[in-house]
């Protein structure tokens, strides 16, 4: 706790802070045009089109829109230029250098033409702006995006082009065929040089180097948050006019604190004064001292197929961090670690003083085309290494879109939220029908998440404040943030499932069953497990894993909705996943077969999910029951990690690697080393994803019984076998050999196989599984571009003669034979059985019961 905190803080709300600096950025260039309407002043003067040099005379129109929405500003809103004939270009005559381009759109009805039948391109000075944009779209995405906050009606789209010496700033509008194109008011801004363009060098996230941000390269602004603090509004900021967003409608892990400043913020040479006002610097978003058990994670969602350069701003405010390593913290950007060990002190001069740095990602397609995709931020204390305080803060945080190696920065049209599907009719009375399969959300749980402890630190104020509660939430809440997590009342989950109905199941588990629901007038679809009260997996799992998801959130996770525990009751209710588990699609169910870049791409997502358990939380959280049945699909198969139930925290002590715990887990996925020790790591969930691989591969269950030959019972040793020997071609799943590069299929037995090792140690953390990983996708994109399509069988196409084997590069460890033994484990309501696993039997001879959390084949 800290020394320094004294009650009257708690009834401070902001310090106002001084600076030594000069007066902020003055620019060189400086438009504002109010498109279609007249000059005006309002906060500032715009000027108005007609008739100006900056346009041709002819080719458009103007008009106003049929209303206008009171909650938002009269200029530029209440005019447009329309063109629907032909292209139609702006020009500016500027001095050389970066210029902020800002467009404004209010999607509206313009002269009878309706704002859903407005689609156009936008380019500048050789620059694809948008592409077949649609404003109407944009709003109605972003509108449903900000969740809590009022429907978006108006779009500002911020763009930064350099202007070399001799050109002017051209802005050419041309509408789609059959459409027509609008603007309601263009602003240009000069900004400095070495701002953005020359700035500091940018760290590469994920691979070892990337574009650079030279003249030849636009930006777009996709995020501009001042963490921690309330919006800052185009005139209060350095000169550039640039607006400061809340980050509270981003924030998903964790709310964190925000300390009371009372520090003058001092600008440097490295950080001038127009870098960020003083109000980024003097807020931020802090985890508190005594926080253990959890990010600050901020969810992002952004285009696809483009480099995207974070800048992250950080001033230390906090008195009592005075000196190198007292508080070191990890910064995370889309399951990638950016920063092992930040350390302001030694960014910067001390307390009060400003930095910023540059983090370069690239988001790749999911499935070849492009969409939104989220891309997350996230911070924690490194506990491991810092000396004295276990903290972490953001005050700033800035997001821009690189243009391609082409100059195109469009992207494609957001797609609206789907439908949801329709409940189904009322069972008729008699003979009930049984559904058919559709997700097994099994039972996630997680491991049990402590409650955040905030005494003492009076001197933090909460951003977010909780509601009250009302009547029907007065039971227990496991000490859940407000509005993280949706206590459902018994006869809500009753309605939702038409008491329970049996044609309602989608599927069982260890828990209980699961059922299909739907909430809110029958407007969303959900996964609805009870507890099954003979069930092994009791109220400690029920409250475990309420406790774990409803502080994590994350796309390759599967999000707890809410809870019940009214008259005995214990019921979860999880997203709905409509495709079902990914084991579904290998060979159980009559779905087809999934093409082999869609399993590499679910095997990516999934391995996302697990890294981000192993280090989302300040503390890993061991899933311990990885399996094909617990990674789920949505609607666009996009992977979900599912069933917790199981999961375990990582050890806290510095310097150990394992907790000791009661070997739990599911036959063919369970590590041998975590067998035989009784020691749960994070390479036990490695091991587990090995097997997974090895099944998406094949399509076949981990374990045989019977009807195989011996050295075929289980999956994960004949395929280490195979792979030994080179002949791992020869076990793929045959609906896709043909479709699988050679080269990929190399690298994807490679990271299997290092993931199986026996020993932890030798495996693989997840993070570079996901790159190995998302390499041999690159590998499978680049035969694929080059020859159209992969052809041929596995070893006779692709260039391949029909007797060339395939060649691994296999050490000796990774192909040893290792002792076959046996063990019991239990069956739920069975008796028990034998099973066969590899690895060594215990030196002391004894025996370890092994749960299997979901029914097994039978024999």
């Not at 040099?53 to 530029?76: G, Q």
């Not at 350069?309 to 950080?314: A, G, I, K, P, V």
């Not at 109905?501 to 069953?513: K, S």
């Not at 779905?591 to 890294?611: D, F, M, S, V, Y």
Request: net charge neutral; proline share 6%; hydrophobic share 35%.
């Amino acid at each position: 706790m800290f020394a320094f905190l004294l009650p009257l803080f708690s009834f401070l709300l902001f310090s106002t802070t001084t600076t030594t600096s000069a007066q902020p950025y003055k620019p060189t260039d400086y438009f504002l045009l109010n498109c279609g309407g007249a000059t005006t002043t309002s906060n500032r003067k715009w000027d108005t089109d007609e008739r100006s040099k900056f346009m041709p005379s002819t080719t458009s129109f103007t008009s106003t829109p049929n209303k206008r929405d009171p909650s938002i500003p009269e200029i530029p809103y209440s005019s447009a230029r329309i063109f629907n004939t032909s292209s139609f270009t702006y020009t500016f005559r500027v001095t050389s250098g970066p210029k902020f381009l800002r467009l404004y759109f209010y999607p509206a009805t313009y002269s009878g033409h309706q704002a859903n039948q407005s689609f156009f391109s936008v380019s500048s000075n050789g620059y694809s702006l948008l592409s077949n944009f649609s404003a109407f779209l944009t709003a109605s995405y972003l509108g449903t995006q900000l969740v809590g906050s009022p429907p978006v009606p108006n779009i500002i789209k911020e763009f930064i082009i350099y202007v070399k010496p001799t050109q002017s700033l051209n802005v050419t509008f041309t509408p789609s065929p059959n459409s027509y194109a609008f603007i309601n008011g263009i602003e240009i801004v000069s900004l400095p040089e070495n701002l953005y363009y020359k700035s500091k060098d940018l760290n590469y996230v994920g691979q070892t180097s990337g574009p650079m941000i030279t003249e030849d390269t636009s930006l777009e602004n996709i995020y501009r948050l001042n963490v921690g603090g309330s919006q800052i509004s185009s005139k209060d900021d350095t000169g550039m006019y640039r607006s400061w967003d809340q980050d509270d409608r981003y924030l998903l892990s964790a709310i964190g604190l925000t300390p009371v400043n009372m520090t003058p913020i001092v600008y440097t040479a490295d950080t001038p004064n127009y870098t960020a006002p003083e109000l980024v610097y003097a807020t931020q978003r802090s985890m508190g001292n005594q926080s253990e058990l959890y990010n600050l994670t901020w969810l992002l969602p952004v285009d696809s197929g483009f480099y995207y350069n974070f800048r992250l701003h950080f001033c230390n405010i906090i008195p009592q961090y005075t000196r190198q390593g007292a508080v070191l913290f990890r910064i995370f950007i889309n399951n990638h670690t950016a920063e092992e060990r930040a350390d302001l002190f030694y960014w910067t001069q001390g307390t009060g003083y400003p930095v910023f740095k540059d983090y370069v990602i690239f988001v790749n397609d999911f499935d070849g085309s492009r969409r939104k995709q989220d891309l997350w931020l996230a911070i924690g204390p490194n506990r491991d290494k810092s000396e004295q305080y276990h903290d972490a803060f953001l005050n700033g945080l800035e997001v821009f879109k690189l243009s391609l190696f082409n100059g195109s920065l469009a992207g494609p049209n957001p797609e609206l939220q789907p439908t949801p599907p329709s409940p189904p009719p009322p069972s008729p009375t008699g003979k009930k029908k049984t559904p058919p399969y559709a997700a097994i959300i099994g039972g996630i749980g997680g491991a049990l998440v402590l409650m955040l402890s905030v005494l003492g630190f009076i001197v933090f104020r909460r951003v977010k404040h909780s509601g009250d509660k009302s009547d029907e939430q007065k039971s227990k809440d496991f000490g859940l943030p407000s509005g993280r997590c949706r206590r459902f009342t018994i006869q809500e989950v009753k309605d939702a499932t038409r008491e329970f109905d049996e044609t309602r199941v989608i599927g069982r588990g260890g828990f209980g069953m699961v059922y299909i629901g739907y909430i809110d007038n029958d407007t969303t679809a959900v996964a609805i497990k009870r507890l099954n009260a003979l069930s092994k997996q009791g109220f400690h799992e029920f409250q475990t894993e309420i406790g774990l998801l409803s502080k994590l959130r994350h796309v390759q996770l599967v999000s707890l909705i809410g809870y019940c525990d009214d008259e005995g009751e214990m019921v979860l209710v999880y997203d709905y996943m409509s495709n079902g588990t990914l084991q579904d699609h290998l060979y159980k169910g009559k779905n087809p077969h999934l093409p082999w870049k869609r399993r590499l791409e679910i095997c990516i997502g999934a391995a996302k999910g697990l890294h981000y358990l192993h280090t989302g939380a300040n503390r890993a959280i061991i899933h311990r029951d990885v399996k094909s049945t617990n990674i789920l699909l949505d609607e666009n198969f996009v992977a979900k990690v599912a069933d917790f139930g199981l999961s375990k925290l990582g050890p806290k002590e510095k310097g150990v690697d394992y907790v000791n715990t009661t070997v739990k887990g599911t036959l063919g996925y369970l590590d041998p080393e975590y067998y035989k020790y009784q020691q749960l790591t994070e390479k036990s969930d490695v091991y587990s994803f090995g097997a997974v691989l090895l099944e998406v591969l094949c399509s076949r269950p981990v374990i045989i019984n019977r009807g195989v030959p011996d050295e075929e019972m289980n999956l994960a040793e004949w395929g280490r076998k195979n792979y030994g020997k080179g002949t791992l071609h020869e076990i793929v799943d045959k609906r896709i050999s043909d479709e699988i590069a050679p080269n990929c299929l190399m690298k994807f037995g490679e990271v299997a196989n290092s993931c199986l090792r026996m020993k932890g140690s030798k495996r693989p953390k997840m993070d570079e599984v996901v790159w190995r990983l998302e390499f041999a996708l690159q590998l499978q994109e680049a035969v694929e571009k080059m020859d159209g399509e992969v052809s041929g069988d596995m070893k006779g196409g692709s260039g391949m003669s029909g007797n060339q084997e395939f060649m691994f590069p296999v050490k000796e460890e990774d192909v040893s034979v290792v002792e076959e033994y046996e063990y019991n484990y239990e069956l739920e309501g069975t008796s028990t059985g034998v099973g066969i696993q590899h690895g060594l039997t215990s030196t002391d001879g004894s025996s370890h019961e092994v749960f299997v959390s979901e029914t097994v084949l039978p024999r």
